[in-house]
Structure formats: structure tokens, C-alpha cells
T-cell receptor, first 115, second 112 residues
Framework: NAGVMQNPRHLVRRRGQEARLRCSPM?????VYWYRQLPEEGLKFMVY????????ESGMPKERFSAEFPKEGPSILRIQQVVRGDSAAYFC?????????????FGDGTRLSIL | GENVEQHPSTLSVQEGDSAVIKCTYS??????FPWYKQELGKGPQLIID?????GEKKDQRIAVTLNKTAKHFSLHITETQPEDSAVYFC???????????FGTGTRLQVTL
């Protein structure tokens, strides 16, 4: 979807396990955003990263959740000790610059299910 | 922070008719307003956007209007087709920040 690649597409974890979600932005894009979508709801902002920097993590829970966007490789959203309430679709978007100057393009998401 | 409200939540139109979806926002500093279409099992796809220096933008059957004074913007789809059936989301950035606040979505159903 518009070149943003997310994997895996589906991820099943048991309570207490760790979930790692990966996002490769569009070629030439250096800004990555993570959003969470619950069933029948809109997307909620979680975190905004540039290469090697977290710019805004105001939407991310303080505990168990972390995100990174290393110099090389994809952006990673990591959820430790998952709970049932973490079940959702997680979407990554990228832009070449700040979103108020450039559109955000989304991947097809990772659907996380917690057993 | 930004608050975006979207109406209606569901919309059913006959093929060939027009569809209009409306959104309001709260942050007067917001200057960029995208619309996304989301099909089942897919990510949101950007279909059109508008910046605050224009009042209307059109791309084939899709148009967006913006009223900055009233803080609302609308999506207009003309000559609807069955493949237009999807969930549509409006969004606005939080002031000059980069995070988007999304509306709650409109499920559009185009019937034959």
C-alpha cells in the first residue's frame, strides 16, 4: 500500500509474550509514525520517529511499549508482556518530511491477536 | 489537542448518486486536511488532501471543501460506483505537530 511495508501481517501471541512489529518506510522517507486501530474505530496516534530519534511519543503507553527507528533497517514497535487489550491493528505511515508539509502514506498494518 | 468529529457514521447511496461526508476540527492552527479510504483488511489510502490556503480541491469524482472560519471540511464523491464502498476517514494534524487526529470514520455503501 503506497510502498510502506509492514510485517508480519498477522501476529498471534499469548498473554505475557513479546510482540515485535516491523515497518519499512517508502523509499526516500525518513519520518515514521505508528498508529493503533481498534475494531470499528479510527486510528489513534502512538509515536513519531525520525532516523535514530523519537520525536513525539505522547500517544504511546508509558509501560510495555517502545519504538525505535535505527540508522539501518526498519522501524520496530515492541510490546512487552502483552495483554488481551493490546489486540488491535497497528499501522505504520511514512512521509518525506513533517506531516503538516507532506502527506502520510500507510502500510497495510499488522493485526495483533492476544490469546 | 485536536478534536475531529465526523458525520455520518454510515451512509448508503445508490450507484450514480453523490455522497457527502463532513468533519469538524477544533484547533484553529491546523493547516492540512487529508482524507483516507480504508478497505477491509487494508491500510488507509490517501485519496485527497487540502491545505488551508485554498477552499476547494477536486480530483476527478472526488472533491474536498474547507471552511476555515467554521472549522469544517467535507468530502464529496460524485457518480458513486460500487468500488467506492469502504470506510472513509478525515484527519487533521495537531496544530503544527506531525501527528494526525482521525475522525471516527464513515462506512459508505454504494448499492446497485
Amino acid at each position: 500500500n503506497a510502498g510502506v511495508m509492514q510485517n508480519p501481517r498477522h501476529l498471534v501471541r499469548r498473554r505475557g509474550q513479546e510482540a515485535r512489529l516491523r515497518c519499512s518506510p517508502m523509499k526516500g522517507h525518513s519520518h515514521v509514525y505508528w498508529y493503533r486501530q481498534l475494531p470499528e474505530e479510527g486510528l489513534k496516534f502512538m509515536v513519531y520517529l525520525q532516523k535514530e530519534n523519537i520525536i513525539d511519543e505522547s500517544g504511546m503507553p508509558k509501560e510495555r511499549f517502545s519504538a525505535e527507528f535505527p540508522k539501518e533497517g526498519p522501524s520496530i514497535l515492541r510490546i512487552q508482556q502483552v495483554v488481551r487489550g493490546d489486540s488491535a491493528a497497528y499501522f505504520c505511515a511514512s512521509s518525506p518530511a513533517r506531516a503538516d508539509n507532506q502527506p502520510q502514506h500507510f502500510g497495510d498494518g499488522t493485526r495483533l491477536s492476544i490469546l | 489537542g485536536e478534536n475531529v468529529e465526523q458525520h455520518p457514521s454510515t451512509l448508503s447511496v445508490q450507484e450514480g448518486d453523490s455522497a457527502v461526508i463532513k468533519c469538524t476540527y477544533s484547533d484553529s492552527a491546523s493547516n492540512y486536511f487529508p482524507w483516507y479510504k480504508q478497505e477491509l483488511g487494508k491500510g488507509p489510502q490517501l485519496i485527497i488532501d487540502i491545505r488551508s490556503n485554498v477552499g476547494e480541491k477536486k480530483d476527478q469524482r472526488i472533491a474536498v471543501t474547507l471552511n476555515k472560519t467554521a472549522k469544517h471540511f467535507s468530502l464529496h464523491i460524485t457518480e458513486t460506483q460500487p468500488e467506492d464502498s469502504a470506510v472513509y476517514f478525515c484527519a487533521a494534524p495537531t496544530g503544527t505537530a506531525s501527528k494526525l487526529t482521525f475522525g471516527t470514520g464513515t462506512r459508505l455503501q454504494v448499492t446497485l
